[in-house]
């Protein structure tokens, strides 16, 4: 049974920071690329940052982009995301997810597996 399990979220000030972690199990790690996602209340889950199986390609969206960094450590089975100088709109639920296509995917829809999500809150 594959299983993707965040933690790391929390209620922080603006230009706070914090580290998310997805710990992965029941599946080969280093094979699948990893994504982290985000949803805020009445708004469409939308993709923060991605990086490939090797870790040798990321991707960020614009609005997080000298912000946010995606790293990986597959002999941890463990992908993170660090948060620097949040902001409130940075304030959602955010998601890891695993593709079996191993490449930086910029779609949900080919994402295969998916953990429950951590909050994280930016107060202003």
């Known amino acids: 049974q594959v299983q993707l399990v965040e933690s790391g979220g929390g209620l922080v000030q603006a230009g706070g920071s914090l580290r998310l972690s997805c710990a992965a199990s029941?599946?080969?790690?280093?094979?699948?690329?990893m994504g982290w996602f985000r949803q805020a209340p009445g708004k469409e889950r939308e993709l923060v940052a991605a990086?490939?199986?090797?870790?040798?390609?990321?991707y960020y969206r614009d609005s997080v982009k000298g912000r946010f960094t995606i790293s990986r450590d597959n002999a941890k089975n463990t992908v993170y995301l660090r948060l620097n100088s949040l902001k409130p709109e940075d304030t959602a639920v955010y998601y890891c997810?695993?593709?079996?296509?191993?490449?930086?995917?910029?779609?949900?829809?080919?994402?295969?597996?998916w953990g429950q999500g951590t909050h994280v809150t930016v107060s202003s």
């Open positions: 997810a695993a593709s079996v296509l191993g490449r930086v995917v910029d779609t949900n829809l080919r994402y295969d597996y």
């Open positions: 029941g599946l080969t790690f280093s094979t699948v690329g």
């Open positions: 990086i490939s199986r090797s870790g040798s390609t990321t």
